[in-house]
Nanobody, 126 residues
Framework: QVQLVESGGGLVQAGGSLRLSCASSGRAFSVYAMGWFRQAPGKEREFVAAISWSGDNTYYADSVKGRFTISRDNAKNTVYLQMNSLKPEDTAVYYC???????????????????WGQGTQVTVSS
C-alpha cells in the first residue's frame, strides 16, 4: 500500500508561481512512475505531467508545457510540480498519483494509476 499526500496549493494571482509537493509512504517510492492530474469543477480529471521512476523522462500536457516542471527526489520519497506563469484556467484540484505501469504511453490515462492522493486546491485569480 502507498499513501500519497499533496501540499503546496493555494491562491495566487495570474502570472504567479506555486510549487506542489507529493510525499509518499509505504512501498519503495522509486519503483513507481508518478503523475500529476487536475480536475476543475464540472470537468473530467485531466493529465498534467508524469515522470519516470528514475526521473530521467518527463511528459507534459500541451497546455502546461514550458510553464510547469515535474521532478522527483527518490531519497525523500517526494515528487514536485513547479508551476510558473499561472493562468486562471489552471484553477483546479491537483492530484498526484503513482503507477507501476511501465509503458510511458499509458501515463496520460488516469485509469492506469494504482494510488492517488487526496488533492490540493490551486486557485489562480485574474
Amino acid at each position: 500500500q502507498v499513501q500519497l499526500v499533496e501540499s503546496g496549493g493555494g491562491l495566487v494571482q495570474a502570472g504567479g508561481s506555486l510549487r506542489l509537493s507529493c510525499a509518499s509512504s509505504g512501498r519503495a517510492f522509486s519503483v513507481y512512475a508518478m503523475g500529476w492530474f487536475r480536475q476543475a469543477p464540472g470537468k473530467e480529471r485531466e493529465f498534467v505531467a508524469a515522470i519516470s521512476w528514475s526521473g530521467d523522462n518527463t511528459y507534459y500536457a500541451d497546455s502546461v508545457k514550458g510553464r510547469f516542471t515535474i521532478s522527483r527526489d527518490n531519497a525523500k520519497n517526494t515528487v514536485y510540480l513547479q508551476m510558473n506563469s499561472l493562468k486562471p484556467e489552471d484553477t483546479a484540484v491537483y492530484y498526484c498519483a503513482a503507477t507501476l505501469v511501465r509503458s510511458a504511453s499509458s501515463w496520460y490515462n488516469p485509469l492506469r494509476y494504482n494510488y492517488w492522493g487526496q488533492g490540493t486546491q490551486v486557485t489562480v485569480s485574474s
